[in-house]
């Protein structure tokens, strides 16, 4: 049987890089999956053993996200896995932040990530595992992103909190931190700012978003029943060694 055989799965920010990935992987292992995406068409396909079901939806906006779990509730009545992947990240320095850069940030990656977490843990039976993206960057202080580093340190201090209160109803919920990844979020920094966090990588290369969807298939999957209020980094060790 598959890992997520019979499973609802919501994958917010699911189309293209780290979401995209985790969206089909977990479709692939037998979940229908609902995802959000400012860019997909929506419409549904048969992925593996299971169902993808893109949903245009910008994660930003939280009365678009209300209306997409209202619909998620009416067909499918439950969420069991629920992925927040949704995020910016914007060069800024101290001296170069704006409140708009601060605004725009701290809204998708702490703002949005809350209220979809409340939303899908409110349809959320015993046995349900959440889990959150996060990054490294909450950890090692990157120049120039200490905004972005700000929203995934809240990200990490929510995932201790809410394993904490939703224990009791038997819902785990986990952070996937990968370092630097191979998508168009990374495409977007500079040559220079590549190469220099490429060096910092004991393994010598970025992640593949398939090597941080498998780790976030680990954390919502049986495997990992007893893990939870835990990071998983998945950094080639950058934030390890
Ligand atoms: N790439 C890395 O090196 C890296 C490292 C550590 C952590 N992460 C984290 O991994 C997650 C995914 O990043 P990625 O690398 O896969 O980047 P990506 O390809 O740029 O994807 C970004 C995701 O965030 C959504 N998003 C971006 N801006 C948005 C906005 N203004 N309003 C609504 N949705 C928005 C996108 O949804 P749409 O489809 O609607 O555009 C998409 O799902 C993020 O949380 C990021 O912080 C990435």
Redesign the pocket.
Known sequence: MSNLSGKIAVV??????????IAERFATEGAIVYA?????QAGEVECGAGRLRQAQ?????LTALSAFFETVQREAGRVDVLAV?????EFAPLDAISEDHFD?TFD??VR?LLFATQAATAIMPAGGAVVL?????ATIGTQGYGV?GAT?AAVRSFARTWANELAPRNIRVNVV??????????A?ASAEIRERLTTLIPLGR??R?DE?AAAALFLVSDQSSFITGAELPVDGGMAQV
Do not use: C, Q
Request: aromatic share 2%.
């Open positions: 917010i920010g699911g189309h293209g890089g780290i979401g995209g990935a959000t995406s400012r860019r997909a939806v910008d994660a930003s906006d992947n949704a995020g910016l990240s725009r998708l990656n949005t993206v996060g990054s490294i960057a972005y995934k931190a990968p370092g630097p990844t191979d998508t168009a979020m990374m977007a970025m992640a978003a941080v």
